[in-house]
């Protein structure tokens, strides 16, 4: 089985439901409970669900989504397991009574929640409220359907109950959800979370997550990271302490971390890329100006190939400009000078993306970072950052849920292998 092939699990409407393999994993990562109540709420086809029957056959289910059509798909759990379906929506407020479930009483709990921003109804402020999760965004705009589900599904869940979740790349990854990352782990364990292969669901590159947590168990101690491949394989876990998976939750990101530890450079006395920087300028010329800008401006296109040789890939001359003209030039662009590194800021391949100023200067575009730091450590930098290891932790920790991107704070918090 290989997951990268085009998803065949969309419906008519280009809808995209979980394959069997990965709502097996889901429901397989869901250990040490017997549930008598199973919820999937967005149920669409119960992919989550069917997955789960196979598992706890003699449980009682109950599915919930908008979608009328989505009733006679899932009339084969029906025939064989106690369900009821319901066509509702599952972020009314007043749901518990709707469906006859009442709050704090599912044992199991399955989601793979759209990723929309669904129109603010301050009846959401309540669903967020009473799932404590209110405090943990900075703004109620910051509440799409993904987390509104979560608090929706913890409302509903009992003491000790399991939710097992579907989430996008900025859930797990991005600064922005780090206070929501913050709460989930003081006050539920979060226990598992499997990174998905990209392409995993749809024809896009969006990665997502699995993530399996358990209802007011305490603090999280430690999470247990792992990804899944291509083929459906799960790779072995590697445990991470509660504070370092509030700052990410992705494997890749943290086993690339680890690997630097496991070769014998302890963390103790390795420095990150930010102790060497003075600055790290963002350029601000966007691509639409490019083309109208009357000088060159240095874009994602424009880094010299890296070859095997061990020279260093430099700027191509036709964007260096006389040093003298950094006043006159400053007024007007973001400028990189003689001996910044440069970097790509955003992309595919961003890894691959480093090249050094060697004189003069140089116009940058807003994809490009200029990572500017002393002579004396400008050697080291450059070195890791064409290093093997230093292009496999730039390309760890950049993210998104499309094109991959690095922010100032991912930058600044590479870790160097101690020399
Ligand atoms: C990404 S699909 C997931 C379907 C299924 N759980 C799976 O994993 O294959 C999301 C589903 O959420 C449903 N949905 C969207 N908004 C909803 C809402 N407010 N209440 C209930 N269902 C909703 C859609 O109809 C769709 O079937």
């Not at 409220?129 to 405090?135: K, P």
């Amino acid at each position: 089985m290989d997951l990268r092939r085009p998803s065949t699990n969309a419906d008519q409407w280009g809808r995209y439901y979980t394959s069997p393999a990965v709502s097996r994993t889901l429901v397989d990562a869901m250990t040490r409970v017997r549930p008598k109540l199973i919820l999937e709420l967005c149920a669409g086809q119960g992919a989550l669900a069917n997955a789960a029957l196979k598992k706890w056959k003699s449980a009682n289910f109950v599915t919930v989504d908008t979608d009328l059509t989505a009733t006679t798909v899932l009339d084969r759990l029906t025939s064989k397991a106690s369900h009821t379906h319901h066509a509702h929506d599952a972020l009314d407020d007043e749901l518990a009574d709707k469906i006859g479930v009442p709050l704090g009483s599912v044992d199991v709990g399955l989601c793979n929640p759209p990723y929309v921003r669904p129109r603010w109804r301050s009846s959401f402020g309540h669903i967020l409220e009473d799932a404590g999760l209110s405090g943990a965004l900075q703004s109620v705009h910051d509440a799409g359907a993904d987390v509104l589900f979560i608090a929706q599904n913890l409302r509903l869940l009992r003491q000790r109950g399991k939710l097992g979740l579907i989430l996008p790349d900025g859930l797990i990854t991005g600064q922005k959800y780090r206070g929501l990352r913050k709460v989930l782990l003081r006050d539920h364990h979060v226990e598992q979370v499997v990174q998905l292969p990209r392409r995993a669901f749809t024809r896009t590159e969006a990665q997502t997550y699995l993530l399996v947590l358990s209802k007011c168990c305490g603090e999280t101690p430690q999470v247990q990271l792992s990804q899944m491949s291509n083929r459906g394989e799960v790779s072995l876990p590697i445990s991470i302490a509660a504070d370092l998976a509030e700052h990410r939750l992705d494997y890749a990101f943290h086993a690339s971390r680890t690997s630097t530890t496991r070769r014998g450079n302890t963390r103790q006395g390795t420095k990150t890329v930010g102790a060497y920087v003075n600055e790290l300028i963002r350029g601000t010329t966007s691509s639409s100006q490019i083309d109208s800008c009357p000088l060159p401006v240095f874009h994602l296109g424009d880094f010299p190939q890296t070859r095997e040789s061990a020279a260093v890939p430099i700027v191509p001359t036709k964007f260096i400009q006389s040093a003298g003209k950094t006043m006159e030039l400053r007024e007007k662009y973001r400028i990189a000078n003689a001996g910044d590194i440069l970097i790509a800021r955003i992309g595919r391949n961003l890894h691959d993306k480093v090249c050094l100023l060697p004189r003069g200067i140089c116009i940058i575009s807003d994809c490009i970072y200029a990572i500017r730091a002393a002579p004396e450590h400008r050697e080291t930098l450059l070195k890791y950052l064409l290093s093997d290891h230093g292009k496999a932790a730039l390309k760890a920790t950049s993210h998104g849920v499309g094109a991959k991107y690095l922010s100032r704070s991912d930058v600044l918090e590479l870790v160097l292998p101690k020399k």
